[in-house]
Each structure stands twice: as C-alpha cells, then as structure tokens.
C-alpha cells in the first residue's frame, strides 16, 4: 500500500484541505453510490429494497467494516443515530452496570457534548447523580472507587493530546469502574485496538476521518462479553430481538444490534459504505507514522515561519492525535485570510487555529505549501482585512 491515496478522492484543485478532523472529503463513488441507492434502490424497489438490496443488514455490514478500523471483532460494532446519542446510550447503559455507585468521570477537554449528554442523563435519572470534568492531566487520579463510569474523548478535540487508553481503562478497572472511550478524533486517525484495551464501550463518528460526509451515522462498540446483558437505553424497535414481530413488550436483541434505535439512514449509511472502500489495505501503522511526518512537519515550518503563533499541541507525536493546533490571538480572522486562499483549516474558541492531517490524501508538498500561505497571511498581516472579522455561525 501506498500513502497518499489521493486517486480515490475527489479533491476540489486549488485547494489543500486540512480539516478531515472536522468533515472529510469526498470519496470517488460516493455520489453514484448515492444515485444508484436513490434512483435504482429506492425508485425502483421501493420498500421491497429492504430485502432485495438488503438495507436491513446494512447497519451491520458497515459497523463490522469499522470494527476492522478499530480493533473490534465483528458483530461488536452497531451504527445509526448521531454521536451525542451513542454517548447517552454508553453511559446510561454503564450506569446500570454499577447501580452502587453515582459518580460519572470525564474531563474539562472533552468535547462539549459529551458533557452535555451526560448533564441531560443525569437530570432524567436522578439528581443525585454527579459529574466530575477535572482537567485531562488530573483524570487518572480521580479515578477512585466512588466513580461508576470514566467517559473519556481519547484524542482531545482542541489540542490533539491523546489520552493513554491502556493505562486509564485499567485504572478504571482496577477500582470497579466501566470504561467508556469517545473515538470521534481516532478512528481513522490511530491505530485503536478495542480489545487489547479491554475497555466496555466506545462510540464515535464517522464523517470525521473515515469521510462518510456530513451527518453520517454514528457507532457503538460493546464488548462482546456483555453484549447479551447490556440494558439499552431508548429501547427503540430496531434493537428488538424480532422487530417484525411488532411483539407489545421489548425484547432486546442478543447482540450488539440491541444498541440501535429507529430506522437506519440508509442514503448515509451506502455513502459511508463506499467511503470505507478508501481504507481496504491500509496499514494503520504506515498511517500513524506518515500521520507524525505530516505533523512533525507542520511544526516546524509554522514555527520557523511564523513565531507569533504558539504551539497548542503536544509536541511528541506519541502524545497527539492527527492534527495540529497553534494558539494566535487573531486566530478567527487569521483562519478566515488562510481559508480564502484556499487552505482550509478552522478555529476553535478561545483562540486555537486547528490544523488536521489525513494520510489519505495529504501530503508532504501540501503541508509546506499551507504553511507558506499561513506565513504570508500571518507576517503581512493580511487577517486585519475587515472581511475576515465577523463570525460566521460555523467556526
Ligand atoms: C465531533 C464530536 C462530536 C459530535 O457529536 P454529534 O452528535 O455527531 O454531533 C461529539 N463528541 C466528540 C468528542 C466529537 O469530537
């Protein structure tokens, strides 16, 4: 295998695109795919493509595809529904596996959210549940036996800063406590091996690093040991154990299908199916290590070029995920400048000017070229154009 695989995507030319952390690019195929699922699919089959192009079993087939992404056997990954709704369900379902205890634990870096979701749980269980979001570098030793549940996000949305899945998710275990790792910033990213890490569940997205566009359905892993025990949360009739028996009572499904909700979105699923065909053959150890190169690169040509930005990031490529954040104080305007000259990155409040760098078609002439723009737009100032000032509601 080589990398980049820049052939299988359709990358608009005059572009270099440094935001697959947020949206990835199109894959080749993926609008076909899309018309034929419309036209033929549904057009024509209508309903009766539920069985004649199997949709039913699409959720399945392309959650086992991801599995592969991530280290989970197959039948462990279930997809649908957004990531925010995974959260709810991984956590609801881990707090009933620890019904003594009341404590969720996350941290302060996690992504929004999660928190949210967590907050939202809590006030439709009960109140006496609580929250703990100590600072990331604080997390592990507030792993203590009152804790039910650790919820961590394992690259940090902002920075880049990995958390050491290993060693939390054995903390977590050594006192009592489910381990639940948000992927979001991973899968596709580094090399993730659920089983290894032992941990209960994981969820994340896919229109992230694995491009199945914007509002692409999100997953969930259960480890398979407890697959057949876990209660889930919005007991919707996909995860019945017999759907078409329109049975009054639920009965969950003796697989991780118990973790679906309502009706798959087959246009999404077909397109992130197609999307996954980028990733047949992929080493993600050659990722990871051209994933470094990119980055380590990136830093030194931004810090050679422009030194009024800092270095948001860690450092050592072994403590980060795949992107780049450099704090700026005119981060918002400067974005916009570097944007329009068609390096697309993006900004995160307070002041992070957010780089990501995907192996699959990103290369090393792109990353110098991006930071050539960024020192013309940075040392010229060209951010002080009044264009670059407002807001816009998508940061
Ligand atoms: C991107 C991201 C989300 C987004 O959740 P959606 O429900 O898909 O909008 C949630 N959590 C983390 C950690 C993310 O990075």
Redesign the pocket.
């Known amino acids: 295998m080589t990398l980049p695989r820049k052939e299988l995507f359709d990358l608009p030319k005059g572009v270099i695109y440094l935001d697959g952390n ?1 949206l990835g690019v199109l894959p080749k195929g993926a609008a076909e795919r899309a018309v034929q699922v419309i036209s033929n699919e549904w057009g024509q089959e209508l309903i009766r493509a539920w069985n004649t192009a199997d949709w039913i079993s699409l959720p399945s087939r392309v959650g086992d595809r991801i599995g592969q992404l991530i280290g989970a056997p197959a039948g462990s990954v279930a997809t649908g ?7 709810y369900q991984a956590l609801a379902a881990a707090l009933k596996m620890r019904p003594d205890r009341k404590v969720i634990l996350s941290d302060n870096g ?2 929004p ?2 928190l949210y979701m967590a907050q939202g749980l809590i006030s439709t269980i009960d109140k006496d549940y609580e929250l703990r979001a100590p600072a990331p570098e604080d997390v592990a030793d507030a792993i203590t036996k009152e804790v039910a549940v650790v919820m961590l ?1 394992q690259v940090d ?1 902002r920075t880049g800063r990995t958390h050491d899945m290993q060693a939390i998710t054995e903390k977590a275990h050594s006192v009592g406590a489910v381990m639940i790792w ?1 992927l ?2 991973s899968a596709g990213a580094v090399p993730v091996d659920m089983t290894a890490s032992n941990a209960e569940f994981a ?1 994340g ?1 896919t ?2 690093y694995l491009n199945g566009g914007p ?1 692409s359905p ?1 997953f969930i892993y259960a480890r398979p040991d407890l697959v057949e025990t876990v209660e889930p949360a919005l007991a919707g009739w996909m995860g019945h154990e017999a759907p078409f028996e329109m049975d009054l009572k639920y009965r969950p499904a003796m697989s991780t299908e118990r973790l679906r909700v309502g009706t798959p979105p087959i246009l999404q699923l077909a397109v992130l199916d197609q999307a996954l065909n980028a990733w047949d053959g992929v080493d993600m150890q050659e990722l990871r290590a051209a994933s470094i190169a990119l980055c380590d690169t990136f830093i030194a040509e931004v810090e050679a070029r422009c030194p009024q930005l800092t270095l948001a990031s860690p450092r050592d490529g072994a403590q980060r995920g795949s992107q780049i954040s450099f704090g700026f104080e005119h981060g918002y305007a400067a974005m916009q400048a570097l944007i329009d000259r068609g390096v697309i990155g993006d900004f995160r409040a307070p002041n992070i000017m957010r780089f990501g760098f995907t192996p699959l078609y990103i290369d090393q002439a792109d990353v110098v070229e991006a930071a050539k723009i960024l020192e013309d737009v940075i040392t010229n100032e060209l951010w002080r154009d009044p264009k670059y000032q407002t807001k816009s509601r998508v940061t």
């Open positions: 947020s529904d957004t990531l925010s709704i995974k959260v996690n992504f959210t999660d996000t949305y948000d979001a910033h969820v997205c229109y992230k509002g999100a």
